[in-house]
Protein backbone atom coordinates (compact mmCIF):
# COMPACT_ATOMS: atom_id res chain seq x y z
CA UNK A 1 0.00 0.00 0.00
CA UNK A 2 2.71 2.10 1.10
CA UNK A 3 4.95 2.16 -2.49
CA UNK A 4 1.48 2.12 -4.99
CA UNK A 5 -0.69 3.81 -3.21
CA UNK A 6 -4.67 3.74 -3.16
CA UNK A 7 -5.30 0.82 -6.22
CA UNK A 8 -3.36 -1.52 -3.68
CA UNK A 9 -5.51 -1.42 -0.89
CA UNK A 10 -6.04 -5.27 -0.66
CA UNK A 11 -2.26 -6.08 -1.62
CA UNK A 12 -0.02 -5.67 -4.55
CA UNK A 13 2.34 -7.82 -6.48
CA UNK A 14 5.26 -5.97 -7.65
CA UNK A 15 6.48 -7.25 -11.18
CA UNK A 16 10.07 -6.33 -12.42
CA UNK A 17 11.62 -7.05 -15.92
CA UNK A 18 14.65 -9.55 -15.35
CA UNK A 19 17.83 -7.60 -14.91
CA UNK A 20 19.48 -7.27 -18.72
CA UNK A 21 22.85 -9.48 -18.86
CA UNK A 22 25.86 -7.50 -17.95
CA UNK A 23 29.42 -7.62 -20.37
CA UNK A 24 31.82 -6.04 -17.54
CA UNK A 25 34.92 -8.35 -18.13
CA UNK A 26 33.68 -10.77 -21.19
CA UNK A 27 33.63 -10.27 -24.79
CA UNK A 28 30.66 -8.83 -26.46
CA UNK A 29 27.95 -11.92 -26.76
CA UNK A 30 24.66 -12.53 -28.13
CA UNK A 31 22.45 -16.00 -27.28
CA UNK A 32 18.57 -16.08 -27.75
CA UNK A 33 16.20 -18.93 -27.30
CA UNK A 34 12.81 -20.18 -29.24
CA UNK A 35 9.85 -22.01 -27.97
CA UNK A 36 7.03 -23.28 -29.91
CA UNK A 37 3.67 -24.73 -28.55
CA UNK A 38 0.45 -26.09 -29.69
CA UNK A 39 -3.13 -26.99 -27.91
CA UNK A 40 -5.07 -28.99 -28.72
CA UNK A 41 -8.43 -28.06 -26.99
CA UNK A 42 -8.71 -24.42 -28.99
CA UNK A 43 -6.30 -25.35 -31.60
CA UNK A 44 -4.54 -23.47 -29.80
CA UNK A 45 -0.07 -22.59 -31.47
CA UNK A 46 2.12 -19.80 -30.30
CA UNK A 47 5.76 -19.39 -30.02
CA UNK A 48 8.21 -17.05 -28.12
CA UNK A 49 11.45 -15.65 -29.10
CA UNK A 50 14.08 -13.95 -26.76
CA UNK A 51 17.41 -12.44 -27.89
CA UNK A 52 19.66 -10.89 -25.79
CA UNK A 53 23.49 -9.59 -25.41
CA UNK A 54 25.36 -7.35 -23.89
CA UNK A 55 29.11 -5.02 -24.89
CA UNK A 56 31.54 -3.92 -21.57
CA UNK A 57 28.10 -2.11 -19.13
CA UNK A 58 25.66 -1.84 -22.00
CA UNK A 59 22.91 -4.54 -21.76
CA UNK A 60 19.71 -5.36 -24.27
CA UNK A 61 16.93 -7.56 -25.05
CA UNK A 62 13.93 -8.33 -27.36
CA UNK A 63 10.95 -10.52 -26.83
CA UNK A 64 8.46 -11.29 -29.23
CA UNK A 65 5.20 -13.51 -27.93
CA UNK A 66 2.53 -14.61 -30.70
CA UNK A 67 -0.83 -16.78 -29.73
CA UNK A 68 -3.44 -17.23 -31.93
CA UNK A 69 -6.32 -20.12 -31.25
CA UNK A 70 -9.63 -20.66 -32.68
CA UNK A 71 -12.95 -21.76 -30.54
CA UNK A 72 -13.00 -23.13 -27.05
CA UNK A 73 -14.62 -26.67 -26.78
CA UNK A 74 -16.13 -27.87 -23.54
CA UNK A 75 -17.49 -31.45 -23.28
CA UNK A 76 -20.84 -30.55 -24.36
CA UNK A 77 -19.28 -28.97 -27.71
CA UNK A 78 -17.87 -26.22 -29.19
CA UNK A 79 -17.99 -22.28 -27.99
CA UNK A 80 -19.14 -20.08 -31.52
CA UNK A 81 -16.94 -17.49 -31.57
CA UNK A 82 -14.45 -17.43 -28.54
CA UNK A 83 -10.98 -17.39 -30.63
CA UNK A 84 -8.51 -14.81 -30.52
CA UNK A 85 -4.75 -13.64 -32.11
CA UNK A 86 -2.35 -11.81 -30.05
CA UNK A 87 1.45 -10.51 -30.14
CA UNK A 88 3.24 -8.95 -27.68
CA UNK A 89 6.74 -8.11 -27.22
CA UNK A 90 9.15 -6.00 -25.58
CA UNK A 91 12.72 -4.01 -26.18
CA UNK A 92 14.90 -3.01 -23.38
CA UNK A 93 18.53 -1.31 -23.65
CA UNK A 94 20.70 -0.29 -20.41
CA UNK A 95 23.94 1.28 -19.33
CA UNK A 96 25.26 0.35 -16.09
CA UNK A 97 28.52 2.16 -14.88
CA UNK A 98 30.12 1.58 -11.05
CA UNK A 99 27.98 4.40 -9.74
CA UNK A 100 24.12 3.67 -11.00
CA UNK A 101 22.22 2.50 -13.97
CA UNK A 102 19.42 3.39 -16.66
CA UNK A 103 16.92 1.80 -18.87
CA UNK A 104 15.02 1.91 -21.08
CA UNK A 105 11.70 -0.36 -22.19
CA UNK A 106 9.23 -0.24 -24.67
CA UNK A 107 5.96 -3.18 -24.32
CA UNK A 108 3.38 -3.88 -26.11
CA UNK A 109 0.12 -5.92 -26.11
CA UNK A 110 -2.54 -6.05 -28.49
CA UNK A 111 -4.81 -9.19 -29.49
CA UNK A 112 -8.27 -9.05 -31.10
CA UNK A 113 -10.82 -11.72 -29.32
CA UNK A 114 -13.75 -13.01 -30.01
CA UNK A 115 -16.79 -12.68 -27.62
CA UNK A 116 -19.31 -15.28 -27.13
CA UNK A 117 -22.93 -14.22 -27.26
CA UNK A 118 -25.75 -15.06 -24.60
CA UNK A 119 -28.05 -15.70 -27.88
CA UNK A 120 -25.51 -17.42 -29.76
CA UNK A 121 -24.70 -15.64 -33.62
CA UNK A 122 -26.46 -12.78 -35.19
CA UNK A 123 -29.10 -13.45 -37.75
CA UNK A 124 -28.41 -14.46 -40.85
CA UNK A 125 -24.93 -15.51 -39.76
CA UNK A 126 -23.60 -18.38 -42.45
CA UNK A 127 -22.94 -21.68 -39.86
CA UNK A 128 -18.91 -22.06 -39.41
CA UNK A 129 -18.45 -18.16 -40.67
CA UNK A 130 -17.80 -18.07 -36.98
CA UNK A 131 -19.02 -14.00 -36.77
CA UNK A 132 -20.07 -12.10 -33.68
CA UNK A 133 -18.62 -9.40 -31.83
CA UNK A 134 -14.69 -9.15 -31.33
CA UNK A 135 -12.77 -6.92 -28.85
CA UNK A 136 -9.90 -5.01 -29.87
CA UNK A 137 -6.85 -3.61 -27.33
CA UNK A 138 -3.74 -2.84 -27.61
CA UNK A 139 -1.40 -1.43 -24.88
CA UNK A 140 1.94 0.43 -24.87
CA UNK A 141 4.43 1.46 -22.77
CA UNK A 142 7.75 3.64 -22.68
CA UNK A 143 9.04 2.93 -19.46
CA UNK A 144 12.07 5.02 -18.05
CA UNK A 145 14.51 3.77 -15.06
CA UNK A 146 17.57 5.00 -13.49
CA UNK A 147 19.66 4.70 -9.89
CA UNK A 148 22.54 6.16 -8.91
CA UNK A 149 24.69 5.87 -5.93
CA UNK A 150 25.51 9.05 -3.96
CA UNK A 151 27.00 8.12 -0.87
CA UNK A 152 24.99 6.03 1.04
CA UNK A 153 22.02 6.94 -0.84
CA UNK A 154 20.56 5.21 -3.50
CA UNK A 155 18.14 7.43 -5.87
CA UNK A 156 15.44 5.75 -7.70
CA UNK A 157 13.27 7.06 -10.39
CA UNK A 158 10.87 5.49 -12.70
CA UNK A 159 8.65 7.58 -15.16
CA UNK A 160 6.50 5.71 -17.75
CA UNK A 161 3.79 6.65 -20.42
CA UNK A 162 1.38 4.36 -21.28
CA UNK A 163 -1.37 3.97 -23.71
CA UNK A 164 -4.17 1.75 -23.50
CA UNK A 165 -7.06 1.69 -26.41
CA UNK A 166 -10.30 -0.64 -25.83
CA UNK A 167 -12.54 -1.18 -28.80
CA UNK A 168 -15.99 -3.59 -28.82
CA UNK A 169 -16.67 -4.19 -32.54
CA UNK A 170 -19.95 -6.10 -33.82
CA UNK A 171 -20.93 -8.07 -36.75
CA UNK A 172 -24.30 -6.76 -38.33
CA UNK A 173 -26.45 -7.96 -41.72
CA UNK A 174 -26.65 -5.64 -44.55
CA UNK A 175 -30.77 -6.12 -43.94
CA UNK A 176 -33.45 -8.01 -42.50
CA UNK A 177 -32.89 -11.49 -43.87
CA UNK A 178 -29.94 -11.35 -45.16
CA UNK A 179 -26.33 -12.99 -44.43
CA UNK A 180 -23.45 -11.86 -42.55
CA UNK A 181 -20.73 -10.37 -45.26
CA UNK A 182 -17.67 -10.86 -43.67
CA UNK A 183 -15.27 -8.54 -42.63
CA UNK A 184 -17.69 -5.97 -42.04
CA UNK A 185 -17.60 -4.54 -38.68
CA UNK A 186 -19.58 -1.91 -36.39
CA UNK A 187 -17.93 -0.45 -33.72
CA UNK A 188 -19.87 -0.24 -30.54
CA UNK A 189 -17.39 1.48 -27.84
CA UNK A 190 -14.59 2.78 -28.37
CA UNK A 191 -11.97 3.79 -25.33
CA UNK A 192 -8.45 5.19 -25.16
CA UNK A 193 -6.76 5.84 -21.99
CA UNK A 194 -3.07 7.69 -21.59
CA UNK A 195 -1.59 7.62 -18.93
CA UNK A 196 1.88 9.36 -17.55
CA UNK A 197 3.64 8.52 -14.46
CA UNK A 198 6.29 9.60 -12.17
CA UNK A 199 7.98 7.87 -8.88
CA UNK A 200 11.22 9.25 -7.31
CA UNK A 201 12.69 7.24 -3.99
CA UNK A 202 15.46 7.69 -1.93
CA UNK A 203 16.00 4.44 -0.32
CA UNK A 204 18.50 4.70 2.86
CA UNK A 205 20.41 2.45 5.18
CA UNK A 206 21.58 3.26 9.12
CA UNK A 207 24.43 0.26 9.27
CA UNK A 208 22.53 -2.99 8.57
CA UNK A 209 19.60 -2.68 11.00
CA UNK A 210 17.61 -0.50 9.66
CA UNK A 211 16.84 0.54 6.25
CA UNK A 212 14.22 2.35 4.60
CA UNK A 213 12.75 4.33 1.65
CA UNK A 214 11.14 7.69 1.18
CA UNK A 215 9.23 8.52 -1.96
CA UNK A 216 7.09 10.67 -4.31
CA UNK A 217 4.33 9.70 -7.34
CA UNK A 218 2.61 11.29 -9.38
CA UNK A 219 -0.16 10.54 -12.61
CA UNK A 220 -1.67 12.49 -15.02
CA UNK A 221 -4.53 10.41 -16.66
CA UNK A 222 -6.51 11.20 -19.51
CA UNK A 223 -9.44 9.19 -20.82
CA UNK A 224 -11.48 9.86 -24.13
CA UNK A 225 -14.77 8.02 -25.05
CA UNK A 226 -14.96 7.93 -29.01
CA UNK A 227 -17.91 5.44 -31.11
CA UNK A 228 -21.48 5.13 -30.60
CA UNK A 229 -21.78 4.11 -27.24
CA UNK A 230 -19.83 6.16 -24.37
CA UNK A 231 -19.78 4.00 -21.88
CA UNK A 232 -18.20 6.25 -19.92
CA UNK A 233 -17.93 10.41 -20.36
CA UNK A 234 -14.54 11.97 -20.59
CA UNK A 235 -12.47 12.77 -17.83
CA UNK A 236 -9.37 13.43 -16.48
CA UNK A 237 -7.68 12.42 -13.47
CA UNK A 238 -4.32 13.69 -11.42
CA UNK A 239 -2.58 12.02 -8.09
CA UNK A 240 0.07 12.83 -6.62
CA UNK A 241 1.40 10.75 -2.84
CA UNK A 242 4.03 11.44 -0.93
CA UNK A 243 5.02 8.26 1.25
CA UNK A 244 7.97 6.59 4.25
CA UNK A 245 8.53 3.17 4.42
CA UNK A 246 11.12 1.70 7.15
CA UNK A 247 12.31 -1.54 8.40
CA UNK A 248 14.13 -2.44 11.69
CA UNK A 249 15.82 -5.39 12.52
CA UNK A 250 17.02 -6.72 16.18
CA UNK A 251 18.23 -10.23 16.61
CA UNK A 252 15.45 -12.32 15.85
CA UNK A 253 12.59 -9.90 15.29
CA UNK A 254 12.15 -7.31 12.20
CA UNK A 255 9.84 -4.75 12.28
CA UNK A 256 8.33 -2.50 9.00
CA UNK A 257 6.48 0.63 9.34
CA UNK A 258 5.07 3.49 6.79
CA UNK A 259 2.66 6.24 6.26
CA UNK A 260 1.37 7.66 2.82
CA UNK A 261 -0.76 10.36 2.33
CA UNK A 262 -2.53 10.72 -1.04
CA UNK A 263 -4.53 13.45 -2.99
CA UNK A 264 -6.51 12.65 -6.13
CA UNK A 265 -8.83 14.59 -8.29
CA UNK A 266 -11.12 13.44 -11.11
CA UNK A 267 -12.70 16.03 -13.83
CA UNK A 268 -15.24 14.36 -16.11
CA UNK A 269 -17.25 15.78 -19.04
CA UNK A 270 -20.91 16.09 -19.71
CA UNK A 271 -22.36 13.39 -21.43
CA UNK A 272 -26.32 13.77 -22.55
CA UNK A 273 -26.17 10.17 -23.81
CA UNK A 274 -24.98 8.95 -20.04
CA UNK A 275 -27.14 11.82 -18.48
CA UNK A 276 -24.25 13.00 -17.12
CA UNK A 277 -23.34 16.62 -16.33
CA UNK A 278 -19.26 17.62 -15.20
CA UNK A 279 -18.34 17.24 -12.80
CA UNK A 280 -14.86 17.42 -10.35
CA UNK A 281 -14.27 14.92 -7.36
CA UNK A 282 -11.76 15.53 -4.97
CA UNK A 283 -10.25 12.90 -2.66
CA UNK A 284 -7.69 13.05 0.18
CA UNK A 285 -6.46 10.26 2.70
CA UNK A 286 -3.61 8.91 4.65
CA UNK A 287 -2.45 4.93 4.83
CA UNK A 288 -0.40 3.66 6.91
CA UNK A 289 0.66 0.19 8.19
CA UNK A 290 3.27 -1.75 10.63
CA UNK A 291 4.23 -5.32 10.73
CA UNK A 292 6.39 -7.44 12.69
CA UNK A 293 8.41 -10.81 12.08
CA UNK A 294 9.29 -13.10 14.86
CA UNK A 295 12.14 -16.11 14.16
CA UNK A 296 12.60 -17.56 17.12
CA UNK A 297 14.64 -20.37 15.87
CA UNK A 298 16.08 -20.63 11.75
CA UNK A 299 13.15 -21.37 9.30
CA UNK A 300 10.44 -20.88 12.02
CA UNK A 301 8.61 -17.22 11.42
CA UNK A 302 5.86 -15.47 12.95
CA UNK A 303 3.92 -12.99 11.03
CA UNK A 304 1.21 -9.56 12.09
CA UNK A 305 0.41 -7.11 10.58
CA UNK A 306 -2.03 -4.00 10.94
CA UNK A 307 -2.80 -1.42 8.07
CA UNK A 308 -5.67 1.38 7.16
CA UNK A 309 -6.00 1.62 3.43
CA UNK A 310 -7.79 3.53 1.04
CA UNK A 311 -9.02 3.14 -2.89
CA UNK A 312 -10.89 6.49 -4.64
CA UNK A 313 -13.89 4.80 -7.21
CA UNK A 314 -12.95 4.23 -10.89
CA UNK A 315 -14.62 6.29 -14.16
CA UNK A 316 -15.91 2.90 -14.93
CA UNK A 317 -18.05 2.46 -11.09
CA UNK A 318 -19.09 6.17 -10.78
CA UNK A 319 -20.54 6.87 -14.56
CA UNK A 320 -20.64 3.30 -16.54
CA UNK A 321 -23.94 2.50 -18.77
CA UNK A 322 -23.90 0.69 -21.13
CA UNK A 323 -23.73 -2.90 -22.54
CA UNK A 324 -19.77 -4.68 -22.24
CA UNK A 325 -20.50 -7.92 -24.36
CA UNK A 326 -16.98 -9.43 -23.53
CA UNK A 327 -18.31 -9.47 -19.74
CA UNK A 328 -21.69 -10.81 -20.31
CA UNK A 329 -23.66 -7.79 -18.71
CA UNK A 330 -25.02 -4.66 -19.10
CA UNK A 331 -22.98 -2.44 -16.37
CA UNK A 332 -24.53 0.72 -14.54
CA UNK A 333 -22.68 3.19 -12.27
CA UNK A 334 -23.01 5.11 -9.03
CA UNK A 335 -22.49 8.51 -8.93
CA UNK A 336 -22.98 8.74 -5.30
CA UNK A 337 -20.10 6.57 -4.22
CA UNK A 338 -17.44 7.61 -2.49
CA UNK A 339 -13.71 6.70 -1.37
CA UNK A 340 -13.23 2.89 0.47
CA UNK A 341 -11.45 2.82 3.58
CA UNK A 342 -10.21 -0.28 5.58
CA UNK A 343 -8.62 -1.73 8.32
CA UNK A 344 -7.00 -4.78 7.37
CA UNK A 345 -5.34 -7.40 10.06
CA UNK A 346 -3.55 -10.32 9.05
CA UNK A 347 -1.07 -12.82 10.69
CA UNK A 348 0.10 -16.00 10.56
CA UNK A 349 3.08 -18.83 10.58
CA UNK A 350 5.74 -19.96 8.42
CA UNK A 351 7.79 -22.81 8.95
CA UNK A 352 10.58 -24.48 6.32
CA UNK A 353 13.33 -27.02 7.01
CA UNK A 354 15.32 -29.23 4.53
CA UNK A 355 12.37 -31.49 3.46
CA UNK A 356 9.22 -29.22 4.82
CA UNK A 357 7.75 -25.93 4.01
CA UNK A 358 4.59 -24.94 5.53
CA UNK A 359 2.19 -21.95 6.38
CA UNK A 360 -0.83 -20.79 7.61
CA UNK A 361 -2.37 -17.10 7.06
CA UNK A 362 -5.72 -15.77 8.58
CA UNK A 363 -6.82 -11.94 7.97
CA UNK A 364 -9.63 -9.95 8.37
CA UNK A 365 -10.47 -6.86 6.18
CA UNK A 366 -13.08 -4.43 7.48
CA UNK A 367 -13.88 -1.81 4.42
CA UNK A 368 -16.26 1.14 4.83
CA UNK A 369 -17.74 2.19 1.83
CA UNK A 370 -16.50 -1.15 0.50
CA UNK A 371 -17.77 -0.96 -3.72
CA UNK A 372 -18.63 -4.23 -5.13
CA UNK A 373 -20.60 -5.17 -8.50
CA UNK A 374 -23.74 -6.98 -7.81
CA UNK A 375 -25.75 -8.86 -10.34
CA UNK A 376 -29.52 -7.92 -10.57
CA UNK A 377 -33.10 -9.48 -11.49
CA UNK A 378 -33.00 -6.66 -14.56
CA UNK A 379 -31.80 -7.61 -18.44
CA UNK A 380 -30.89 -5.02 -20.98
CA UNK A 381 -30.61 -6.30 -24.75
CA UNK A 382 -30.10 -10.15 -23.43
CA UNK A 383 -27.62 -9.00 -21.12
CA UNK A 384 -27.93 -9.42 -17.10
CA UNK A 385 -27.57 -5.88 -15.28
CA UNK A 386 -25.19 -5.53 -13.10
CA UNK A 387 -25.04 -2.34 -10.63
CA UNK A 388 -21.98 -0.65 -8.91
CA UNK A 389 -23.09 -0.21 -5.67
CA UNK A 390 -21.83 -0.01 -1.68
CA UNK A 391 -21.82 -1.09 1.76
CA UNK A 392 -19.71 -1.16 4.69
CA UNK A 393 -18.05 -5.03 4.23
CA UNK A 394 -15.96 -7.35 6.34
CA UNK A 395 -13.99 -10.02 4.67
CA UNK A 396 -12.66 -13.08 6.59
CA UNK A 397 -10.33 -15.67 4.82
CA UNK A 398 -7.19 -17.82 5.41
CA UNK A 399 -4.37 -19.25 3.23
CA UNK A 400 -2.17 -23.16 4.01
CA UNK A 401 -0.15 -24.26 2.43
CA UNK A 402 2.71 -27.19 2.72
CA UNK A 403 5.13 -28.87 0.84
CA UNK A 404 7.04 -32.06 1.78
CA UNK A 405 9.75 -34.11 0.32
CA UNK A 406 9.43 -37.20 1.62
CA UNK A 407 12.02 -38.69 -0.25
CA UNK A 408 15.10 -37.24 -3.01
CA UNK A 409 13.31 -36.14 -6.39
CA UNK A 410 9.58 -36.54 -4.85
CA UNK A 411 7.25 -33.96 -3.68
CA UNK A 412 4.12 -33.45 -2.10
CA UNK A 413 1.91 -30.13 -1.99
CA UNK A 414 -0.80 -29.14 -1.23
CA UNK A 415 -3.07 -26.12 -0.47
CA UNK A 416 -6.46 -24.53 0.76
CA UNK A 417 -8.04 -21.06 0.06
CA UNK A 418 -11.00 -19.72 2.07
CA UNK A 419 -12.79 -16.42 2.25
CA UNK A 420 -16.59 -15.22 3.94
CA UNK A 421 -17.40 -11.70 2.75
CA UNK A 422 -20.76 -10.22 4.59
CA UNK A 423 -22.33 -6.55 3.81
CA UNK A 424 -22.86 -5.07 7.32
CA UNK A 425 -25.32 -2.70 5.98
CA UNK A 426 -27.98 -5.72 4.46
CA UNK A 427 -26.37 -8.88 6.64
CA UNK A 428 -26.36 -10.32 3.26
CA UNK A 429 -23.33 -12.14 1.90
CA UNK A 430 -21.44 -10.13 -0.99
CA UNK A 431 -22.29 -11.34 -4.23
CA UNK A 432 -19.19 -12.76 -6.55
CA UNK A 433 -17.16 -14.22 -3.25
CA UNK A 434 -15.57 -17.15 -4.74
CA UNK A 435 -16.25 -20.66 -2.93
CA UNK A 436 -13.25 -22.31 -1.04
CA UNK A 437 -10.80 -24.19 -3.27
CA UNK A 438 -7.91 -26.82 -2.48
CA UNK A 439 -5.35 -28.47 -4.77
CA UNK A 440 -2.70 -31.05 -3.97
CA UNK A 441 -0.06 -32.27 -6.38
CA UNK A 442 2.80 -34.40 -6.70
CA UNK A 443 5.67 -34.35 -8.66
CA UNK A 444 8.83 -36.46 -9.28
CA UNK A 445 11.97 -34.55 -10.48
CA UNK A 446 15.46 -35.43 -10.94
CA UNK A 447 18.60 -34.13 -12.41
CA UNK A 448 20.54 -37.36 -11.88
CA UNK A 449 20.34 -39.03 -15.36
CA UNK A 450 22.82 -40.11 -17.90
CA UNK A 451 20.44 -39.44 -20.75
CA UNK A 452 18.77 -36.05 -19.90
CA UNK A 453 19.38 -32.90 -17.86
CA UNK A 454 16.22 -32.84 -16.68
CA UNK A 455 13.05 -35.51 -15.97
CA UNK A 456 9.78 -33.95 -14.45
CA UNK A 457 6.74 -36.01 -14.19
CA UNK A 458 3.42 -34.53 -11.91
CA UNK A 459 -0.13 -35.14 -11.32
CA UNK A 460 -2.78 -32.83 -9.57
CA UNK A 461 -5.43 -32.42 -8.26
CA UNK A 462 -8.23 -29.41 -7.95
CA UNK A 463 -11.11 -29.28 -5.41
CA UNK A 464 -13.73 -26.16 -5.89
CA UNK A 465 -16.76 -26.53 -3.62
CA UNK A 466 -20.44 -25.67 -4.07
CA UNK A 467 -20.79 -22.16 -3.01
CA UNK A 468 -23.23 -21.98 -0.69
CA UNK A 469 -23.19 -18.02 0.61
CA UNK A 470 -25.03 -17.04 -1.74
CA UNK A 471 -26.33 -13.14 -2.43
CA UNK A 472 -30.37 -12.89 -3.45
CA UNK A 473 -28.71 -12.08 -7.07
CA UNK A 474 -26.08 -14.62 -7.48
CA UNK A 475 -26.08 -17.30 -10.09
CA UNK A 476 -25.13 -20.69 -8.36
CA UNK A 477 -22.86 -23.49 -9.68
CA UNK A 478 -22.20 -26.83 -8.56
CA UNK A 479 -18.74 -27.57 -6.85
CA UNK A 480 -16.40 -29.56 -9.24
CA UNK A 481 -13.05 -31.41 -9.15
CA UNK A 482 -10.40 -31.17 -11.67
CA UNK A 483 -7.03 -33.98 -12.72
CA UNK A 484 -3.78 -32.49 -14.09
CA UNK A 485 -0.99 -34.18 -15.30
CA UNK A 486 2.16 -32.94 -16.70
CA UNK A 487 5.64 -33.76 -17.69
CA UNK A 488 8.73 -32.16 -19.01
CA UNK A 489 12.06 -33.35 -20.36
CA UNK A 490 15.56 -31.70 -21.14
CA UNK A 491 18.58 -33.29 -23.49
CA UNK A 492 21.73 -31.72 -24.31
CA UNK A 493 22.11 -31.26 -27.81
CA UNK A 494 25.93 -30.59 -28.31
CA UNK A 495 26.30 -27.09 -26.13
CA UNK A 496 22.99 -26.46 -26.54
CA UNK A 497 19.71 -27.67 -24.95
CA UNK A 498 16.59 -28.88 -26.37
CA UNK A 499 13.20 -28.68 -23.67
CA UNK A 500 10.06 -30.77 -24.51
CA UNK A 501 7.14 -29.98 -21.77
CA UNK A 502 3.62 -31.91 -21.94
CA UNK A 503 0.47 -30.85 -20.06
CA UNK A 504 -2.79 -32.12 -19.83
CA UNK A 505 -5.49 -30.02 -18.21
CA UNK A 506 -8.79 -31.69 -16.85
CA UNK A 507 -7.56 -34.60 -18.40
CA UNK A 508 -11.05 -36.40 -17.29
CA UNK A 509 -12.71 -34.12 -19.26
CA UNK A 510 -15.14 -32.73 -16.18
CA UNK A 511 -17.81 -30.58 -17.30
CA UNK A 512 -18.05 -27.59 -14.91
CA UNK A 513 -18.63 -23.91 -14.73
CA UNK A 514 -16.51 -21.78 -12.44
CA UNK A 515 -18.51 -19.42 -10.15
CA UNK A 516 -16.49 -16.76 -11.43
CA UNK A 517 -17.13 -17.24 -14.84
CA UNK A 518 -19.09 -14.47 -16.90
CA UNK A 519 -20.26 -16.99 -19.32
CA UNK A 520 -21.45 -19.43 -16.52
CA UNK A 521 -25.34 -18.77 -17.19
CA UNK A 522 -24.88 -20.32 -20.98
CA UNK A 523 -21.57 -22.04 -20.92
CA UNK A 524 -19.58 -24.66 -19.80
CA UNK A 525 -16.12 -24.03 -18.78
CA UNK A 526 -13.36 -25.70 -21.43
CA UNK A 527 -12.86 -29.64 -21.34
CA UNK A 528 -9.92 -31.21 -21.45
CA UNK A 529 -6.92 -29.41 -23.04
CA UNK A 530 -3.61 -31.35 -24.31
CA UNK A 531 -0.30 -28.59 -23.93
CA UNK A 532 2.68 -29.61 -25.79
CA UNK A 533 5.84 -26.75 -25.70
CA UNK A 534 9.08 -27.24 -27.55
CA UNK A 535 12.10 -24.96 -26.92
CA UNK A 536 15.81 -24.64 -27.30
CA UNK A 537 18.64 -22.18 -27.47
CA UNK A 538 21.01 -20.71 -29.44
Not at 19 to 47: D, I
Not at 303 to 317: H, I, K, Q, S, V
Not at 359 to 379: G, K
Amino acid sequence: VMRYGAGAMGGGVHWTAAPLPAGRGRSPFARGSVEAYGASNKREFGGVMNLEGADNGFGWRAVAIGRAYEALRTPLGELDNTGFTALNGELLAGLRGARGNATVRYSRYGGEFKLLEANGPPPGTVEGQDQGPERKTSDDRVQLASNLLLGGLRLETRAQWQRHWLQEVSDEPTAPGDTVVPGTESPQFDLLLNTVTLDVLAHHHLGSAIQGTIGASGELQDNTTRGPIPLVPNARRDALGLYALERATSGPVTVVGGARMDAQRMSSDSNPTLGSGARTLDWQAVSAEIGTVYEPVRGLAFEANLGRGWRAPTLFELFAAGPEIGDARYEIGNTDLTHETSINIDGGVRLETDRLRASVQLYRNFIMHYTYLAPTNQFIDSLRVYRHEQADALLRGMEASLEVQPVTDLTVRTRFDAVLADNELTGDYLPLTPPPRGTAEIEYQTTELSWARRLSLSVSGEKDWTQTRLNAFDIATDGYELLNVAGGLEKALGSHALRVDVSVHNATNVSYKDFLSRYKEFALNPGRNILLRVGTDF
